[in-house]
Structure formats: C-alpha cells, structure tokens
C-alpha cells in the first residue's frame, strides 16, 4: 500500500453493507475474513459487517472470537408492534447485532425515508443500544448544481439524533452517484465535504461531534481504499460490493494496516 491511512484521535471503521446480497453458505465469507484477520498484520481499525437481516444470528456465531462486528441494515423506529414485514432495533440487538445502518441512500429512494423517519430510526438505534451508522449524500444532480454541502447539511440537520455521541453515532458520506458505479469524488472532493461534516458535527456536539466517526462510502475497493482513507476526517469507510468477498474486504482493511 502507497498510504496507510491514520487519524490521531479517532479509530476507524471499515463496515461492509451486504444489501440484498448473501444466503446462510455466504458464512464461509466471515469464516475466510476471521481467518485472515488473525494471521495477517494487526489492523488498526474496527470492522463490521452488516448482511441482510435473514444472516445476523449466523453470521454473528461465525464471527465469534474474532474482531468481527455484525450489523443491521435498516431498523424500524418502534420497538414491536403491528408492522408486517419490518424489523425493529431491539429484535437486531437480540439476534446479535452491534450496529445498524440507517438513511441508506437505497432506503431514501426506493422507500421515501426522509430525514425525520431517518432521525427517528437513528433514536431506535440509541434506545436499543445499538451504534447507529446515519448515511448522508447528495445526487448527481444536487453535485452539478453546486448543491452538495447544503444537501449534505440539511440531511445531517434532520437525521442526526440530538442524543448522538461519539461511541452512539457514526456519520457516512455516500455519494449517490459513486455508489455502484466504479466512480469515486477525487480525494480533494471527499476532503471538503468530510471537512464539512466535521465542523456542522462540532457545531453542534462539541467535543463528541470531533470524535465521531465519518466514514466514505461509495466505490470503495482494495485499490482505491488506502487513498481515500488517508484523507483528513475520513474514518473509515462503509463498503457495498467489494464487502461481499473476504478477499477484496481484507484488502481494504489494509489500509490501516502498518
Ligand atoms: P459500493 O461500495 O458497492 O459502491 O456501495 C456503497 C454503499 O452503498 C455502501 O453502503
């Protein structure tokens, strides 16, 4: 690796999204992962994966005794009750989960999640004790217009629990338009807007908003990762296809190897 990326103050997370990807044979993916983890080079950073919710429970045994974290995707915002087909964050905490992705841009398009249902699912996480990973990003119209920090402020404004801390809330910038399709922002890009995130989360959390993670995501891949992990508030990276084989997920979790 060219770089290897660091950060003084806080540590990484490299989270991989599985989406609507994995059946119960996908555990050799975690097993194959564990494996490499113990034998290659210490890694700095904390790593999750977060597989359909159909995989938490297994995917969390085959992780056992590693540093391995398994995650949610998306929560409801109640704890129980009459809500066919949807999982709340308590029933993620008990199955094992750590953490849950909400706001994915995928959720906001295809399920009209605005900033207050965002918000309120983040405040689910925190209730069950979950860390909640809120995903911001702005289109690829929203970029050619000049929109981006004020997309990217109104989203965090909204989705970002009063109550988030640094050990309760991550932040991940995802760029609509670099998720899934090989294209990247340049690393000066990804500084600005995580610059951004940085000072509105300082704003308003004081000293928890300086500590709390931001992870990048969008087109990640073992070659690209150890650039865009170097650059400044970048901490970590929230990871979709590439995540999906333990080879191409250990290979971005070398960037904060030493
Ligand atoms: P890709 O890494 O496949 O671009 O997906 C990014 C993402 O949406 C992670 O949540």
Redesign the pocket.
């Known amino acids: 690796m060219a770089a290897t990326a660091k950060s003084p103050r806080v540590k990484a997370l490299v989270a991989g999204?599985w989406k609507m990807n994995g059946l119960k044979a996908s555990r050799k993916e975690v097993t194959a992962l564990a494996k490499r983890l113990a034998k290659g080079k210490r890694a700095s950073c904390d790593v999750l994966i977060c597989p359909p919710a159909t995989l938490v429970g297994l995917l969390k045994e085959a992780a056992k005794g590693s540093k391995i974290a398994i995650g949610g995707q998306d929560c409801h915002a109640k704890p129980s009750g009459a809500h066919t087909g949807d999982i709340s964050a308590e029933m993620l905490k008990d199955a094992g989960a750590s953490h849950v992705?909400v706001g994915?841009s995928e959720r906001r398009a295809d399920h009209g999640e605005t900033d207050a249902v965002v918000r309120a699912k983040a405040e689910a996480a925190l209730r069950a004790g979950l860390v909640a990973i809120v995903?911001v990003g702005e289109t690829e119209a929203q970029r050619d217009a000049g929109e981006t920090l004020t997309v990217i402020g109104t989203q965090l404004a909204g989705s970002l629990p009063d109550a988030a801390t640094a050990k309760t809330v991550v932040v991940a910038y995802?760029p609509v338009w670099?998720?899934?399709t090989g294209r990247t922002p340049t690393a000066d890009d990804v500084a600005k807007v995580h610059a951004a995130i940085r000072a509105a989360l300082k704003k308003r959390f004081r000293g928890e908003g300086e500590a709390m993670r931001i992870l990048y995501?969008?087109?990640?891949k073992p070659s690209n990762a150890a650039e865009l992990m170097a650059v400044p508030n970048v901490n970590g990276a929230?990871?979709?296809?590439?995540s999906l084989k333990a080879e191409d997920f250990y290979g971005i979790i070398g960037a904060y190897q030493a």
């Open positions: 999204n992705i994915h995903c995802e670099a998720i899934g995501g969008g087109s990640v929230l990871v979709g296809g590439a």
